[in-house]
């Protein structure tokens, strides 16, 4: 079973639609949760962080984690062409210790 | 400017020619990372150094090798690469002990022939 599962998509929404991304995961250890966006042919860039459990929101987006179920979560209001991109979430069970990553979903919203 | 730079970008080579590909980092980072990105297996680490002189096996580290001998740098080297080496390649750092965000790189392509 692997660490991280994530949906690959693709996903299409039109512009202004909500757009939720989620992940589910296996180990219990996983402390730090992250989602990156990815633009073709860049680097993974950071979008969100959290710890633990609970909710963030940064503007149009809203980060949550859900320990009890394993399963974290990232919703985008008001969705915008300019977000079309590959979203990765990224977890670990610690500062400076392995990263695990989800394969990616990959997201075009339509004008 | 910021950032982590990764030479070379793009790389083509032929099974067991001996490469290295550099990163290095201008933010006085401690944590260094290498990811190797391929279609529907997503992104997946091969080392990871939480400082100078000291390294970690992530999750895909056969076939690779890494040194810190300087905080700015974390080369990757195959000693004899192979064609399921063939994928994009992602050098990554991290203030580390206190912040989990990483700052990635541009990528680099490498093809084994």
């Known amino acids: 079973q692997k660490e991280v599962e994530q949906d690959p998509g693709p996903l299409s929404v039109p512009e202004g639609a909500i757009v939720s991304l989620n992940c589910t995961y296996s180990?219990?250890?996983?402390?730090?949760f992250m989602w990156y966006r990815q633009y073709s042919r860049k680097g993974p860039e950071l979008l969100m962080y959290?710890?633990?459990?609970g909710n963030k929101e940064d503007g149009r987006f809203t980060a949550q984690v859900d320990k009890s179920s394993k399963y974290i979560s990232l919703f985008i209001r008001d969705s915008q062409p300019s977000d079309s991109a590959t979203y990765l979430c990224?977890?670990?069970?610690?500062?400076?210790?392995?990263?695990?990553f989800g394969t990616g979903t990959s997201l075009t919203v339509i004008p | 400017e910021a950032q982590v730079t990764q030479n070379p970008r793009y790389l083509i080579t032929v099974t067991g020619k001996k490469l290295t590909v550099t990163c290095s980092q201008n933010?006085?980072?401690?944590?260094m990372s290498w990811y190797r990105q391929d279609p529907g297996l997503g992104l997946r680490q091969i080392y990871y150094?939480?400082?100078?002189?000291?390294?970690d096996k992530g999750d895909v580290p056969e076939g690779y090798k890494v040194s810190r001998k300087e905080k700015r740098n974390f080369p990757l080297i195959l000693e004899s690469p192979s064609p399921n080496q063939t994928s994009l390649y992602f050098c990554?750092?991290?203030?580390?002990?206190?912040?989990?965000?990483?700052?990635f790189g541009p990528g680099t392509r490498l093809t084994v022939l």
């Open positions: 990554a750092s991290s203030p580390g002990l206190v912040i989990n965000e990483q700052f």
């Open positions: 180990n219990s250890a996983f402390q730090y």
């Open positions: 959290t710890y633990s459990s």
């Open positions: 990224a977890m670990s069970a610690s500062t400076g210790n392995q990263f695990y």
């Open positions: 933010m006085n980072h401690e944590y």
């Open positions: 150094s939480m400082n100078v002189e000291v390294t």
